[in-house]
């Protein structure tokens, strides 16, 4: 009975895009293709021509990709072994298969450094299943070498081409993460069948949007039962995956000897010339039976118009085998011409690129100490602003109000951070609470009480006058009348009768007494 999985991905896009969008980028990727390389599976490639060794990543472990799948690292770690035999085609297309995947391996995410089966086990940040494998040069001899282009760092192709896995499995999770979050070690996970069966119509593998609401978005996390079926070498892979790493190419070089005749030639380099130039199926166990004793023509071709179906009738191998020598040995030249061109134009690009990078650090580095001298100036200035506006204002209260210190110190600690309005309302508000000390309306209640004292004083000071002239007055006349008396007293003649003592007072003591000045209380005014 064939067994068959409930459903398929192929983590594809269908999005074209460029691999390289910056000459910058390009220069930049040579090192994750080198490091690439150590993936290659050995194979004898001299012996094997028909065969192209690649090395790629097919997916990133623990991170979403364009078409809303995932896989964790323990389910990576359990499948990773199984892409080994599975087939390579071309975008998916399993009747176009050109290739075969040899060996399995795990490398760290950005750097292509290896990693063991147990450290991808565990872990939960972003890692490579990172694959070997061969391309069958004889299914498809100009993909082989578009592929062979796509790790020429000068070429326009360069990094163009990109491995995209094939996977069925039965049965999924559900994992939301916010937009532009693709790491899953951030996400929240749903494990629960009835919760899943709510969401899942919304997956992109299922003809949804991959939206939620709340900016959230959905995607699926395979699990269970998860089988590789091969992989896809494609133009726009879905994961973050870029480039097909290969051998390093090795120029063609044929080296003539001074006595070597050209039959020689023949013996001995004859795959090195046919192979470069003539497609792999040509030769394939096909032999030219040449006659030795035949008679041939010799004559020299000077260009490639010259060999046509007339002439190989007439003409010897050796005329054809010395232009294919000469032409190869051109082609070689300008082909190393312009490789040391490339590699010195690079160079310099390298150059230059770091020259730039140190002088944008030290611009940077300028720029930010100037921002930094300009923040403090700015932040002295608004200080300085600040404190003026606030002496302004304290200085305004000062000047209406009378003042103590602890009207002082609610005043500033109500003002400090008041802007302009906020401040003219605060002092209209004032000016109604602390009317009572308002130097204006003080002194000018106490010009209406003096003036009222003056007037007081205006209607009562005379009479009080009068009236202490009349009591000095009166006194005066009392002494005078006193002073007579005992005058006239002094003058008459009195007689003490017998019964009266001798020690009586006289009438002028009398009066005295009863007159003196000791018991009158004189006021000036």
Request: a negative charge; hydrophobic letters at 35%; proline letters at 3%.
């Amino acid at each position: 009975m064939k067994k068959q999985t409930k459903f398929l991905t192929t983590f594809s896009n269908i999005k074209i895009r460029p691999v390289v969008s910056e000459e910058k980028d390009k220069y930049l990727s040579v090192a994750s293709l080198e490091k690439l390389k150590k993936f290659l599976p050995e194979i004898n490639t001299e012996d094997n021509i028909d065969l192209l060794p690649v090395a790629f990543d097919a997916c990133v472990v623990n991170r979403v990709n364009k078409n809303g799948d995932v896989i964790d690292g323990e389910t990576a770690a359990k499948i990773a072994k199984n892409f080994v035999n599975k087939p390579i085609n071309i975008e998916h297309n399993r009747k176009q298969v050109i290739g075969c995947i040899l060996s399995a391996s795990f490398s760290k995410f950005g750097s292509n450094d290896m990693l063991t089966e147990a450290e991808a086990k565990d872990m939960k940040t972003p890692f490579n299943i990172t694959l070997g494998g061969v391309i069958w040069k004889v299914v498809d001899r100009d993909l082989a070498e578009q592929i062979e282009e796509s790790n020429d760092p000068t070429s326009q192709n360069y990094m163009s081409i990109s491995a995209s896995w094939e996977l069925g499995f039965n049965d999924f999770n559900l994992i939301v993460l916010d937009e532009n979050e693709k790491n899953i070690e951030n996400a929240q996970i749903i494990t629960d069948a009835n919760e899943i069966q709510k969401l899942e119509n919304n997956l992109k593998g299922l003809g949804g949007s991959g939206k939620l609401k709340n900016n959230k978005y959905i995607y699926r996390q395979v699990l269970g039962k998860v089988v590789p079926l091969g992989v896809g070498f494609t133009l726009n892979p879905a994961a973050d995956v870029q480039g097909i790493a290969t051998p390093e190419q090795q120029p063609i070089e044929i080296k003539l000897k001074d006595n070597e005749s050209s039959q020689e030639i023949i013996e001995n380099q004859a795959q090195s010339i046919i192979e470069p130039t003539m497609p792999l199926e040509n030769i394939i166990s096909q032999e030219e039976h040449l006659n030795v004793r035949e008679e041939r023509i010799y004559m020299k071709i000077t260009k490639i118009e010259d060999i046509t179906d007339s002439l190989l009738k007439e003409a010897t191998a050796s005329s054809v085998v010395e232009f294919i020598v000469e032409e190869i040995k051109k082609a070689n030249e300008t082909f190393v011409a312009e490789k040391n061109e490339k590699e010195n134009e690079l160079k310099a690009a390298n150059e230059k690129i770091a020259t730039v990078t140190a002088e944008h650090e030290i611009v940077k580095k300028q720029i930010e100490e100037v921002n930094q001298k300009l923040s403090i100036i700015q932040a002295e200035q608004e200080a300085k602003a600040k404190q003026e506006a606030f002496d302004i204002r304290m200085a305004s209260f000062d000047e209406e109000f009378d003042l103590s210190d602890e009207d002082r110190q609610v005043l500033a600690a109500d003002i400090k951070d008041l802007n302009d309005e906020a401040f003219s309302a605060y002092k209209n508000k004032m000016a109604v609470l602390m009317k009572e000390k308002n130097k204006a309306a003080k002194k000018a209640k106490m010009d209406k009480e003096d003036k009222n004292d003056k007037t007081v004083k205006a209607s009562t000071t005379p009479k009080e006058v009068k009236a202490s002239e009349e009591v000095v007055s009166e006194i005066s006349t009392t002494q005078e009348v006193v002073e007579q008396a005992v005058d006239n007293g002094s003058k008459a003649s009195v007689e003490i009768p017998n019964s009266a003592s001798a020690n009586q007072p006289s009438v002028k003591e009398k009066y005295a007494s009863a007159f003196g000045l000791d018991g009158f209380e004189l006021i000036n005014k």
